[in-house]
């Protein structure tokens, strides 16, 4: 099969030995893959980024010196199933899956491995028992966008939402774009979305944010009071220290940028008492001031990835239209492109989402 390899700290095209499923594994053609900025970060800092999980307890590794094919963002259709398997889904199904293997000798991520090559290859192998099927006619590339989407589903529900808040989205990559679209499917909002980038905020207004502010320009927090907070309210005035007088809509804040600095920076500018949802992937050591955090009542959460349950919701959530996700693939490649899509990615002005297509 053709694929995508990173080798010598390089992304090369060569033709390798197809896998051959296991038990409990089926063999699938890849339909559509994305490119996610975690694959950017293991291309550009692997060793770092395979320490970080290790201290983390994230159980994903695999030898940086031996070919790897990324790829954890895809939609595929099977080919055959491994010996013993259930084959409740027949060969030609579509499915998604979480880039999960179990086997005999442990945990392995699809794409971020080196016996189990991911959705940058023409073929697959996934666990038959994680495998969702894709509804009705949903397109390939719009299936495969159902893990990025899942990260953002999963995040606003560690938030728990009671309908009142109106939140700021920071960053308006990816994960941000995704977040933007899963908070106004469920009616919360007006949502302020904030980021550098032009083409990031047409993006996010295409995605629906209500209130898409440069922070060059205008501080997202004095846009949030703009359509949160009672006439008067000042952000950093003693009234709304100690919760005197008509108080704001709760703010709930996504930080999906995962650069140092930025978690003191929300706890400096935010609102007493609003709630940050950590979301963007900080690779770096990083400090606060705790008197900052305690004097505004702040509450600090943080999300990682996804379950089975808001995976396959998510994906019958795209084929039902509750949200519309397509704004956030703004290019498509075949395997030929990916290096060049990688050096277009690491500017943020140039892309999204770049997603490999094979139909």
Not at 31 to 48: R, T
Not at 121 to 126: A, K, N, R, S, V
Not at 165 to 183: D, T
Not at 290 to 312: D, H, L, Q, R, T
Request: aromatic share 6%; with cysteine.
């Amino acid at each position: 099969m053709k694929a995508v390899v990173m080798r010598d700290k390089q992304l090369l095209v060569d033709t390798l030995k197809a896998p051959t499923p296991a038990a409990g594994e089926v063999l699938v053609k890849t339909l559509a893959c994305g490119i996610c900025g975690s694959d950017l970060h293991m291309f550009h800092h692997c060793e770092h980024v395979l320490g970080n999980f290790k201290r983390s307890g994230i159980p994903v590794d695999f030898d940086a010196g031996q070919d790897v094919v990324f790829g954890h963002e895809f939609c595929g259709e099977i080919l055959d199933h491994g010996p013993g398997s259930d084959k409740q889904l027949k060969v030609g199904t579509r499915v998604c899956s979480m880039p999960f293997i179990f086997n005999r000798n442990g945990f392995e991520h699809v794409g971020f491995s080196n016996g189990y090559p991911g959705g940058y290859g023409e073929q697959m192998l996934l666990a038959e028992g994680l495998l969702v099927p894709v509804p009705g006619d949903l397109p390939a590339h719009l299936a495969a966008l159902t893990e990025p989407m899942s990260v953002a589903v999963h995040a606003v529900n560690r938030a728990r939402l009671e309908g009142d808040e109106v939140p700021i989205v920071i960053g308006c990559g990816p994960i941000g774009l995704a977040m933007i679209a899963v908070l106004k499917s469920r009616g919360i909002g007006p949502v302020v979305a904030s980021d550098f980038s032009p083409k990031r905020r047409a993006l996010a207004e295409k995605m629906g944010a209500d209130l898409v502010v440069n922070p060059a320009e205008q501080s997202p927090y004095q846009s949030w009071v703009e359509v949160a907070a009672p006439a008067g309210y000042d952000i950093k005035g003693p009234q709304a220290m100690y919760g005197l007088g008509p108080q704001p809509k709760p703010c709930v804040i996504f930080e999906c940028v995962g650069i140092p600095g930025l978690i003191q920076q929300v706890l400096q500018s935010a609102p007493p008492r609003s709630r940050l949802m950590v979301v963007g992937v900080c690779m770096e050591s990083d400090r606060i001031e705790p008197m900052v955090g305690i004097a505004k009542e702040m509450n600090i959460s943080f999300a990682y990835g996804y379950n089975g349950e808001e995976f396959a919701r998510t994906l019958y959530d795209l084929a039902e239209q509750k949200f519309d996700a397509s704004p956030l693939i703004t290019s498509t490649v075949g395997l030929d492109g990916v290096a060049e899509a990688f050096a277009a990615l690491s500017k943020p002005d140039e892309q999204a989402k770049v997603m490999i297509t094979f139909e």
